[in-house]
């Protein structure tokens, strides 16, 4: 069982589980969101009292604390009983590309040493990478009303032409960190 669990599973298996919880939320009447539990924690604090973006019904959001939850636990388990002792299956063309730009085992964990170690943080590069790249992700969620996951799973299907805005944004954002600022920042 563990086997098989621990294996990665392949598309025509996440992908209808994703659509199919995709449509119980919108027959629940319910908009999926990760970067939405935030507001929601900070208003059981009780930050409507100093601004009226978290003063709403957060009652009305628990489950998504409760789903939230279940992804923070569910990710401990994987990581702790569930990895794979293989290393990651890449493509001989990315191993090259990742070497040159300084990673130096690409595909022995989803986590390069060299990017998120406590030592890198203390670096130009990991500084700029974990801490400035994280209050990037952070602004753009609240400016774009929503994080990836929030305009990519559930606003897409959703049809909202603000997460189609959005997703646009993502990926040209993703294409530039990749192709012109990561190579650059490696390089630090």
Request: net charge negative; aromatic share 16%.
């Amino acid at each position: 069982m563990l086997e098989f669990l621990s294996q990665p599973w392949p598309w025509f298996v996440a992908g209808p589980l994703i659509a199919l919880t995709m449509f119980l939320l919108l027959f629940f009447g319910k908009n999926f969101g990760v970067s939405s539990t935030l507001r929601t924690t900070c208003a059981i604090g009780g930050a409507g009292k100093v601004s009226d973006f978290f003063d709403f019904d957060w009652k009305s959001q628990v489950w998504n604390l409760v789903f939230v939850g279940g992804m923070i636990v569910g990710g401990f388990i994987a990581a702790t009983w569930l990895q794979q002792p293989d290393p990651i299956p890449l493509a001989q063309n990315t191993v090259q590309k990742l070497q040159e730009l300084g990673i130096a085992n690409p595909g022995d964990g989803y986590l390069p040493r060299e990017l998120f170690s406590w030592e890198s943080l203390f670096t130009l590069r990991g500084f700029i990478l974990l801490v400035v790249g994280g209050f990037l992700v952070g602004f753009g969620t609240r400016y774009a009303g929503g994080c990836t996951s929030g305009h990519a799973i559930s606003g897409l299907s959703d049809l909202q032409l603000p997460s189609l805005i959005a997703v646009i944004g993502f990926f040209t954002g993703g294409l530039l960190m990749t192709y012109l600022f990561l190579p650059f920042i490696l390089q630090l």
